[in-house]
């Protein structure tokens, strides 16, 4: 059985849907460590996996997390779209990174880091090239923020700060579904933040500033219109 603690109710915060298999979820088990009254570390942060739709859930044999890991949650789960064995996992942890699963998330692994702690706010993967992956992060604990690119499904990662501030916390990360040159993001900035473009893969950005967008505010949310690809939907906290 799933592990708790006693005192908050389950939730799962994320989903990774199967590519293919939309039966087929995966989400965390998380409890609220916060509220707990006796001040102990979560033990939670576990993966169940449905494979008929949510109708009934089993536990992934091996948790992201050895229980003595401490405070821990699953900030974001992401199966490639290309390969259903292969998903991503962010973990908020004492030791925050990418974690990879090669085997459709029944185990996981620390994927490569950029040799430092992050804070990773989202992950994506380009959608025509999904070895290709970007990682947001902000400047919790005094760590890097910014956005950063892998280019071999998460081995190795490159920052990409070319038209950005030094204190980009990048919150959201969209890619559009048939170029993968073009990228959104959403940054808060003490300088300058807002609605951040791309269209050479992240190697240089411009500040989207005026066009019915608020000034001098942070994104928390970007979407891309599958349906349409030239229309943007931002949301702001």
């Known amino acids: 059985s799933i592990q708790r603690p006693s005192e908050t109710p389950p939730y799962g915060e994320k989903f990774a849907i199967h590519p ?38 089993t536990n992934v044999p091996n948790p992201l997390f050895p229980d003595d890991f401490g405070m821990k949650q699953v900030w974001e789960l992401l ?29 996981f692994a620390v994927a490569g880091g950029i040799g430092s702690p992050v804070w990773i706010n989202a992950l994506v993967a380009a959608p025509t090239t999904p070895t290709t992956l970007y990682m947001g992060t ?39 579904p048939t170029d993968a040159s073009r990228l959104f993001i959403g940054v808060q900035s003490a300088t300058d933040p807002g609605c951040y473009a791309t269209t050479d893969s992240g190697d240089t950005w411009s500040h989207l ?25 931002a949301g702001t906290g």
């Open 20 to 57: 293919t298999d939309p039966d087929t979820v995966i989400t965390d088990a998380f409890s609220n460590c916060y509220s707990r009254s006796d001040g102990a570390p979560c033990v939670s942060s576990s993966l169940i996996r449905s494979t008929d739709g949510g109708a009934t859930w």
């Open 79 to 107: 199966y490639d779209p290309a390969d259903a064995s292969i998903v991503y996992a962010i973990a908020v942890a004492e030791e925050p990174g990418v974690y990879k699963s090669t085997d459709g998330g029944m185990t």
């Open 138 to 176: 902000g400047p919790t604990n005094g760590w890097l923020p910014g956005i950063w690119r892998s280019s071999d499904a998460a081995a190795t990662w490159q920052q990409l700060t070319a038209g950005l501030p030094g204190d980009a916390n990048v919150r959201t990360i969209a890619v559009h």
């Open 209 to 233: 500033a005026g066009a019915g967008l608020p000034a001098n505010v942070g994104f928390l949310s970007l979407a891309i219109d599958p349906a349409d690809p030239d229309v943007l939907y």
